[in-house]
Structure formats: C-alpha cells, structure tokens
C-alpha cells in the first residue's frame, strides 16, 4: 500500500509530514532524519543515532593498565600512559 499525500514547506524550510506517513514510519517530534538526495528527488528516511562517549586522558589510562594482559603488555601499557604526561601510578587500575 502507497501512501501520496501533498504538503507545503513552510519557513525555515519546514516540511509537515503527513500524520499517516508519521505513523507508518514511526516518525514524532525529535526524530532524526536524513535527507538524500537521488535522481527522483529527495528521499527522507529515519537515522540511526549512536551514541558517542567521549574519555578523558585518565580514563583511557586506566583502560590501558587495566586491560594489559601480562607482564610485558603492562610495562608498554605503563610507557604509553607517561607518554600521554600520565603518572601511571596515580590511576586506579587493575594489574595483569
């Protein structure tokens, strides 16, 4: 079943979808969308947002020390965290 609806853009560059559209795509207020152009026009689809979890210099530290598997992977892990102006001892982690 195809649905075909007009509608008009408003200010901004608004464009209301139509509430049965909305409905069989699970578009409401907030969702993100992308805008592709293609060769019929302009295709309108639901994004998928990921969110993006951003650590601070001590917090990826700690995973390197923590994460070290032997001994020897826990000596270069404690060489890449001086290298980033680290103390390695004062981080909280877990030793192999």
């Not at 390197?64 to 892990?77: F, G």
């Amino acid at each position: 079943m195809s649905i075909s609806e007009s509608s008009r853009i408003g200010k901004r560059g608004t464009l209301v979808i139509p509430a049965k559209l909305r409905r069989r795509f699970g578009l409401s207020e907030g969702t993100t969308v992308i805008a592709e152009e293609t060769e019929e026009g302009i295709l309108l689809r639901p994004a998928v947002t990921v969110p993006v979890e951003s650590y601070s210099a001590e917090r990826r530290a700690e995973f390197l020390l923590s994460n070290a598997i032997n001994d020897e992977d826990y000596a270069r892990a404690r060489e890449a965290v001086q290298e980033m102006g680290i103390d390695p001892d004062s981080i909280e982690h877990h030793r192999p």
